[in-house]
Nanobody, 115 residues
Framework: QVQLVESGGGLVQAGESLRLSCAASGSIFSNNVMGWYRQAPGKQRELVARITSGGSTNYRDSVKGRFTISRDNAKNTVDLQMNSLKPEDTAVYYC?????????WGQGTQVTVSS
């Protein structure tokens, strides 16, 4: 089992930036994928960005060019730098870790972007 602890959410105005961080501990395999999903009220959870242990990244189209995902394999952390935030980015953001043992989730952190 992998435990995930998130930090960095908050309330910002449109156009501002936030950085989310997630620290993993527990049964972490060297070959894994980490990233962020988000869920807005009344909507399904959606993938925001993911990064493999080898450094390959994927982003949903609506955040490309604004969000950057990065990780530190030595520290088992993954960060999401969010720039030029929009009101439609408002959601609870969940860190995840996927590996041979399955997928683990963080508790979620609220990001609110006011117009």
């Amino acid at each position: 089992q992998v435990q995930l602890v998130e930090s960095g959410g908050g309330l910002v105005q449109a156009g501002e930036s936030l950085r989310l961080s997630c620290a993993a501990s527990g049964s972490i395999f060297s070959n894994n994928v980490m990233g962020w999903y988000r869920q807005a009220p009344g909507k399904q959870r959606e993938l925001v960005a993911r990064i493999t242990s080898g450094g390959s990244t994927n982003y949903r189209d609506s955040v490309k060019g604004r969000f950057t995902i990065s990780r530190d394999n030595a520290k088992n952390t993954v960060d999401l730098q969010m720039n030029s935030l929009k009101p439609e980015d408002t959601a609870v953001y969940y860190c995840f870790h996927g590996g041979p043992g399955g997928t683990s989730w963080g508790q979620g952190t609220q990001v609110t972007v006011s117009s």
